[in-house]
């Protein structure tokens, strides 16, 4: 059983965040995130360093950190 399938079972939702990660992931055509698991932060896939490269280089200068 998937875990929103078991939230979902409990009477739960899933974060309206990681719902719309999920949104986005299935719009662009792949992962974007590698979850977070035990002591272990969320990290970018490389297609998600990809997208993310591309909205850096869409903003204008003043909106990219330095």
């Known amino acids: 059983m998937q875990p929103n399938q078991r939230l979902t079972t409990l009477g739960l939702q899933p974060s309206p965040l990681s719902?719309?990660?999920?949104?986005?992931e299935?719009?662009?055509?792949?992962?974007?995130?590698?979850?977070a698991?035990?002591?272990r932060p969320m990290q970018l896939t490389p297609f998600g360093n990809k997208v993310a490269a591309a909205i850096r280089a869409s903003l204008p200068k003043e909106?990219?950190?330095t």
Not at 29 to 35: A, D, I, P, S, Y
């Open 19 to 24: 719902t719309q990660i999920k949104r986005l």
């Open 26 to 35: 299935h719009d662009l055509g792949g992962e974007l995130l590698v979850r």
């Open 37 to 39: 698991e035990r002591g």
């Open 63 to 65: 909106m990219t950190p």
